[in-house]
């Protein structure tokens, strides 16, 4: 494992024999549960850095784990497509928390991540200690994936960082109109990487096969069984004021069925809001330590 910018890189295999990534923040010794982050569809642990930093510091420092889930960031591409679904990277994640020793976790969710917390609530309901979805929820709005499904099959093909960032805010501005320039960089940097061939989406471009596939003609399945489940866990939920992808009708249906669930509302952003921003880490440090004597007491 080496040692930079505040985190080690740890690899391990995967249930498949698979080489998979995740970024480890802070010590496992501080007493307090570590953090688990998952990032979305074709995004990776780069995401998640500076919250990491933040959670991993201070006075109520806690170890984070940020996975970098199969065919993203530096963990192996795999040759079989079919294996880029919820549940097998449900099981590695599960895999990389064995090859860590963690037996339980907070779990921060955004958007892809969310839908595997669901799924995790049903493999292994002892792991989820306190949950943050970041706007994501039970029901995905069928907009919200055909604007994914858009943007990922006509992903140019920029050659500088000025061009990718332009791009990115041709494609997302009107959802996340305040970002600053650093902001917009900031999300740049942690979904491209420089290759020989130029600047590249960091994730298997495969990937796009298994998003472009989908009927959205068709009424979208619903986890409101497994969402269910989590009743018992401290939960909150982080929603972009302008997500297509997460319906305030489903926020609202979610704090029927979790009456204790926490909410933020992140104004001028949309799907997913940047957890760096809005003064978001230091809310979320903040529901993380509220959750822990809560549950510890029951």
């Known amino acids: 494992m080496s040692n930079h910018e505040g985190f080690s890189d740890f690899f391990y295999a995967a ?54 889930y199969r065919g993203r960031g530096q963990s192996a591409y795999d040759p079989d497509v079919s294996h880029y679904n919820v549940g097998v990277e449900a099981g590695d994640v599960l895999a990389g928390l064995a090859a860590l020793g963690i037996e339980e976790a907070a779990f921060i969710g955004t958007s892809r991540g969310g839908l595997i917390i669901h799924v995790l609530g049903a493999l292994q309901p002892a792991v989820l200690k306190a949950i943050v979805l970041n706007d994501i929820g039970p029901v995905i709005e069928p907009a919200g994936l055909a604007h994914i499904q858009s943007y990922l099959e006509r992903a140019p093909k920029p050659k500088t960082f000025a061009e990718i960032m332009d791009a990115q805010r041709s494609v997302h501005r009107k959802g996340f109109p305040m970002l600053t320039d650093a902001d917009w960089m900031r ?15 960091d994730f298997d ?26 009743a018992a866990i401290p939960l909150l939920a982080i929603r972009g004021a302008n997500s297509r992808l997460l319906s305030t009708g489903t926020l609202n249906q979610m704090q029927k069925r979790h009456p204790g669930m926490e909410t933020i509302t992140v ?25 822990e004597p809560i549950v510890l007491e029951r």
């Open 15 to 68: 249930p498949d024999g698979l080489r998979l990534h995740a970024r480890v923040y802070g010590e496992a010794t501080s007493g307090y549960w570590p953090v688990v982050c998952l990032p979305g569809l074709t995004r990776n642990a780069r995401d998640f850095h500076e919250l990491a930093l933040r959670l991993s510091t201070g006075p109520n420092a806690r170890k984070v784990v940020a996975f970098d």
């Open 267 to 291: 104004e001028e952003q949309g799907h997913a809001p940047l957890l760096e921003t809005n003064n978001l880490p230091v809310a979320i440090a903040a529901f993380l330590d509220r959750a």
């Open 187 to 201: 999300m740049v940097g942690a979904l491209y990487r420089e290759t020989d061939q130029g600047l590249l989406p």
């Open 205 to 230: 471009p495969k990937l796009v096969e298994t998003v472009a596939s989908l009927d959205l003609s068709q009424p979208l399945p619903t986890l409101w069984p497994q969402f269910d489940a989590l």
